[in-house]
């Protein structure tokens, strides 16, 4: 290891980071649990539900995977729970394969969007096919991680406050980081040029519709588009900093030894790993369901519903929906009430109805 020319971490922004890592996580796992039900509830209506159903999965687990690392910040860096060697392991495996699995759908997802902005009808794809993608996708992530695992070991590592893969074989170690880059890198770079694609359409839709008489299906679209660029504009800004961050320690790797000339710093051999490996991974998994809140009124409806049924003893089920079609809501009045408010004529008939 390189001399290094600064002094030891800071206590006090130890338990920073741990008190942002326990605010982070108390919104986004009960946030995404909320929002699983919900797409589950949505999951046979279209693509998009599927795949941000899967999404509410991926993020789950990511923040409660998470949970590990604010104990030993609160402890001087000590080990803690990533202290057993099967935690340290479980954390490790699971953690570096959600996260891929995270930028595989997100990639997925931004390009079915891409599709169908692009050509509507002809663009429309079978309901199964980004599932089955994303499952080809995910055999091949677990594959991966699973074929270095003989020549590896899982330790806990002081310096970034998680577990680092270690092998003796310097070249499955070098192999294992060039792969895990590229398994970022080229989702990204993909993911890029989707993201930009769909945003030159998007603009020139926004202009079109100002133009014409918009339908209430065209503004749906284009709603829904919004979505999943905000959706994708997030992710691009928690993640790509790891993308950079892989490629700035992989070059000196193969000329200097750690920590190289790019983190011979106090803050970069400290912090930068945590922040940018686990931190920053888990904030764009917590933000995720805010987006959900805010974006789709169906589920700011349903969740009104699954409050009222909570507050009057009310099932669920018997609470009706404003469908996204209707122009008002939908009356929950025996048809006895419905009738008071119709003309004498009306009221006669219906009654003759009725009786």
Not at 3 to 23: A, H
Not at 109 to 120: D, N
Not at 151 to 161: H, L, P, S
Request: hydrophobic share 45%; proline share 4%; net charge positive.
């Amino acid at each position: 290891m390189s001399e290094i020319n600064f002094s030891s971490y800071s206590d006090g922004f130890d338990r920073v980071i741990g008190s942002l890592y326990l605010i982070v996580i108390a919104v986004g796992l009960p946030g995404n649990l909320v929002a699983f039900f919900y797409f589950f509830h949505k999951r046979s209506t279209g693509i998009v539900n599927r795949l941000y159903l899967i999404m509410t999965v991926i993020d789950t687990v990511i923040c409660f995977t998470s949970l590990a690392i604010p104990p030993s910040l609160f402890t001087g860096r000590s080990p803690a729970l990533l202290g057993s060697p099967v935690i340290c392991t479980m954390f490790r495996v699971v953690f570096k394969c959600f996260q891929r699995l995270s930028i595989g759908l997100v990639l997925i997802l931004s390009i079915t969007r891409t599709i169908t902005i692009i050509s509507p009808l002809r663009g429309r794809l079978k309901k199964n096919v980004p599932v089955i993608f994303f499952l080809i996708y995910f055999l091949y992530q677990i594959t991966e991680i699973s074929s270095f695992y003989p020549f590896v070991t899982y330790k806990y590592i002081q310096r970034d406050v998680f577990c680092w893969e270690s092998s003796e074989i310097i070249l499955v170690w070098k192999m294992q980081d060039f792969l895990h880059l590229a398994s970022m890198l080229l989702p990204m770079i993909m993911i890029l040029i989707s993201f930009g694609v769909s945003l030159n359409v998007f603009r020139r839709s926004i202009r079109y519709n100002k133009q014409s008489e918009n339908s209430y299906q065209s503004r749906q679209t284009l709603r829904a588009t919004a979505t999943v660029l905000i959706v994708t504009v997030l992710y691009i800004v928690f993640n790509i900093p790891l993308c950079v961050l892989y490629t700035l320690y992989l070059y000196p790797f193969t000329k200097y030894s750690y920590p190289g000339i790019f983190f011979n710093s106090w803050y970069m051999y400290w912090y930068v790993w945590n922040f940018t490996e686990v931190m920053s991974v888990t904030i764009n998994s917590s933000i995720n369901p805010v987006v959900y809140l805010l974006r789709f009124t169906q589920y700011q409806r349903w969740l009104k519903s699954r409050k009222i049924s909570h507050l009057t003893g009310v099932s669920s089920g018997a609470v009706r929906h404003r469908s996204d079609n209707s122009q008002g809501p939908v009356s929950d009045q025996a048809p006895a009430v419905v009738i008071q408010n119709r003309s004498f004529s009306q009221q006669s008939r219906i009654q003759k109805r009725l009786s």
